[in-house]
């Protein structure tokens, strides 16, 4: 079983990467050689069992319920990842930009800049765009149909061969088949709502709509959003409707990013009947719905919103609730940098992190001003712990940060 072995360290590693301060990662890296041999005795005698998840509530980008997995789930995560990614992503068609390599959310928006110029012959004829939703994508999945697909995708056959080109090694002294196929059962019938810890007040779920929540999901139904193996499987759940889009209805502008997908078309009629036709595919073989408020057609030149930006002819903007996010960000920081006399190095680490995070994304649109004004408006508090570079695109903290506001106590950071 070496190349399990393997790949159990590897998938450690990739589970505590960015996890390395918190609680369950560090108690589980006390010992980390003898929980790995664990959880590998559980994998090849088929005793692995889910740990318990913690619930709570995040508001932004919008209000929605995330389940944490314990840490060791995490690396089990990350483990069936490295097993079934590469087989998979042989079915995903080119315009699916979730949970991806060298895709995501800015290469989705650059598809659309092209697909909308080449729809409309560079900006000279008409042209219109469909942009549809799915209500309640993740907890409408149904665990059956999701297995079927996966078991559709993931033939023996298949993944015998695959493995076999990998490994030094006859396969069977790899993880066969039937365990992968045990362990996907496993995560993917698992109810982590029913033996969570929820963090937070229950006051916390108000407001939050029932088709947004585990709690209130349809039996068999639901994956819990914060998982890594969710993401992978909406992918799953939904390549044959992209499959459906691209070859069936010959639809070449289409793009798709979890359960948000646009269709371009020169006929404003051909959208039109698509909205139908993409309600009945996706109830009939998905059992899911379109979001009957989130259905919008108009002409390409009034633009549309995708993935955080607003794409318009020639130009594309951040989307607006991106802007305000960061405004309020910023504000936050200036009021803690100000008002606080003494700040701990773990909270200029937070900060560093999501000023970043935004600035990072913002760096790839035209808001060099923006940025400025926003960053500047009032003076700029960030002196106290870094400083930025020309380009605004992050911030650099100094070797030492001055902890008290008047003083030159120093503590160090790096």
Known sequence: MQQLKENLFQAYYLARKNKRNTYNQLRFELHYEQELWKLYDDIITGNYQIGNSVAFIVDKPVKREIFAADFRDRIMHHLIFLYINPILEAHFIEDSYSCRKNKGTLYGVRKAEQYMGEVSGHFTRDAYILTLDIQGFFMSINKGILMEKLREMITENVFVEYWRKQADHHPENDLSYEMLMSLLENIVHHSPESSCRMKGSFSQWEGLPA??????????????????TSQLFSNVYLCSFDHFIKERLGIEYYGRYVDDFFIMHES????????????????????LTLHPNKIYLQHYSKGFSFLGAYIKPFRTYIGKRTKKNFKSLVHNHTQML?????????????????????????????????????????GSSYERCGYFPSELNKIILYKDCIVGKNSLKRVSLC
Do not use: M, W
């Open 211 to 228: 088709s947004k929540s585990l709690f209130t999901s349809p039996t068999h139904c639901g994956l819990a959003i914060g998982n890594l």
């Open 268 to 287: 404003k009629d051909e959208l039109k009947s698509l909205v139908g036709i993409c309600r009945d595919y996706l109830q009939e073989h998905n059992r």
């Open 338 to 378: 100000r008002e606080q006399e003494e700040i701990d190095k773990a909270s200029i680490h937070k900060l560093r992190s999501g000023l970043n995070s935004y600035l990072g994304l913002l760096k790839h649109y035209k808001t060099y001003n923006l940025r400025k004004k926003i960053l500047f408006k009032t």
